[in-house]
């Protein structure tokens, strides 16, 4: 059974950086495209970045310059640098993949938080 496992969410004070990963497990699979979004209390879940199999990459207008989306298919992992935060990052982030296993399917990782504050 496929799994994403996502770490490197935590408590960072504005201006500083984080690294999100996430990391598919349970199988020889191939992997689509990849996305990460997001989900502020009270607000809707919102996507923040994408990466195709072709290493394509689309941002949310909130996040371009500051956040970088990458990875690595060799480790079927995704990424997410985060520079520059802002307290209006403060979400709970999740991954998103689409993984070809005996058919097309869309997975979503547990959700990491990420605090940005003083």
């Known amino acids: 059974q496929v799994q994403l496992v996502e770490s490197g969410g935590g408590l960072v004070q504005p201006g500083g950086s984080l690294r999100l990963s996430c990391a598919a497990s349970?199988?020889?699979?191939?992997?689509?495209?990849m996305r990460w979004y997001r989900q502020a209390p009270g607000k809707q879940r919102e996507l923040v970045a994408s990466?195709?199999?072709?290493?394509?990459?689309n941002y949310a207008d909130s996040v371009k310059g500051r956040f970088t989306i990458s990875r690595d298919d060799a480790k079927n992992t995704l990424y997410l640098q985060m520079n520059t935060l802002k307290p209006e990052d403060t979400a709970v982030y999740y991954c998103h993949m689409f993984i070809g296993l005996g058919g097309l399917r869309a997975y979503w990782g547990q959700g990491t938080q990420v605090t940005v504050s003083s």
């Open positions: 349970g199988g020889t699979f191939t992997i689509y495209t």
């Open positions: 990466i195709t199999s072709g290493d394509s990459t």
